[in-house]
Each structure stands twice: as structure tokens, then as C-alpha cells.
């Protein structure tokens, strides 16, 4: 049985229970069980909840309104997805923070703030004080992967394992836009490669 059928059964066991604790029951790094978490609920198998992790219990109802990434149109399976507000008036959800980054391309005459959650934590955390790494061998969503960080050193240790580029807010929108404006390794492609006004982004 692999790890992943494991956490499972584990979690019919035990209802709820935390990466940590499933980092040392397979001995190996909270970072590879959050690997497996992630792919987890991209299946629709798990959920994260205030730091622990629990069965996905609702399943997938006929007939049940499906929320769609405004760039990609994936289904937005992340129980905490980046989001975008506009004027204070419109918020907008992303699959993933890749895409959220690329959604402040369409937006960027109005006035916005941006929102994301931490990978490890989930913790909110504004895009203006989070560490992006982009690039990494962890694709849970888009390509190139965006996984966001509230705390630098965490954001450190992610790439010395899987690899990417660390870089704050405005770097990782420029590597996002340049790459899908030249169609490098992307799922998405905007109009046309451009550098994002900080000026235009409040934070939260």
C-alpha cells in the first residue's frame, strides 16, 4: 500500500490529524507528507482544517455549482484559494496562486488588494508580505508552480527540497507574466509581457 492509501486509511481511523504526526509516522520530512496532502485534495480525497487534515466527506453531487478559475476554468478545489478584490467591492478566486498572480494582469487599472494562504499553514497572509517560490518540482496546480510562504526561512527549506526560485510579490508576477507571455512551460498566456505597478496594490 502506498503512503497516500495509507494517510488515508490512517484519517478513517482517526477522523483528524496533523502533518507533523504523519511526518513521524512514516519518518520521513513534513515537507514529502505535504506533497501528499496537496495531491490528496487535488483528488478530492482530503481537506485541511485549522492545521490538521480530514476526509473529504462531501463527494462530488450531481447537479452541484462547480467554481471555476477565471484564468485556467480548473475547478477551485483549495478550501483557502487566492483571492482578488476590486475596488472593495469584487472578490475574484483562483485555483492556485499562479493564476492568481496572473489574474492582477486583468485588473491592473483598478484598485486591488490581493490575498493568499500560507502552504504550510494556511494560514492568510497579503501577497505583499509573502515569499513565493516558483518553479519547483511540487506542481499541485499550474505550471509553473507558485506556492506561497508567510515565513522566509520555511520558504527556504521548500526550495532546497524541491528546488524554484524564491522571490517576493512583484518578482513573482514578473516571472509569471514574462514566462506566459513568451509561452515558456506555462498553462497560461496573457496578452503581452508587462512589469506590475506596486502602487495599484493595497494590502489586506
Not at 447537479?63 to 467591492?89: A, D, Q
Not at 496572473?102 to 497572509?125: C, M
Amino acid at each position: 500500500m502506498n503512503r497516500k492509501k495509507q494517510i488515508l486509511e490512517i484519517l478513517k481511523e482517526r477522523g483528524e490529524i496533523t502533518v507533523k504526526s504523519l511526518s513521524k509516522i512514516f519518518n520521513v520530512s513534513e515537507m514529502t507528507i505535504y506533497r501528499d496532502v496537496r495531491q490528496l485534495e487535488k483528488e478530492g480525497e482530503i481537506k485541511r482544517k485549522h492545521g490538521s487534515i480530514v476526509l473529504n466527506l462531501e463527494g462530488n453531487e450531481d447537479g452541484k455549482v462547480v467554481k471555476r478559475c477565471p484564468i485556467c476554468e480548473k475547478p477551485i478545489t483549495r478550501s483557502h484559494p487566492y483571492k482578488l478584490t476590486v475596488e472593495n467591492t469584487k472578490t475574484i478566486e483562483a485555483c492556485c496562486d499562479h493564476c492568481g498572480l496572473l489574474l492582477h494582469k486583468k485588473y491592473e487599472d483598478q484598485e486591488v488588494s490581493a490575498l493568499t494562504y500560507d502552504f504550510i499553514t494556511e494560514n492568510p497572509v497579503s501577497v505583499l508580505e509573502a515569499y513565493f517560490v516558483v518553479g519547483s518540482d511540487a506542481k499541485p496546480c499550474c505550471s509553473p508552480s507558485v506556492i506561497p510562504f508567510s515565513d522566509r526561512s520555511m520558504a527556504e527549506k521548500f526550495v532546497k527540497g524541491f528546488g524554484g526560485k524564491l522571490l517576493n510579490f512583484v518578482e513573482a508576477y514578473n516571472e509569471i507574466i514574462n514566462r506566459s507571455s513568451l509561452n515558456i512551460q506555462s498553462c497560461c498566456a496573457p496578452e503581452q509581457n508587462v512589469s506590475f505597478n506596486l502602487g495599484k496594490l493595497k494590502k489586506d
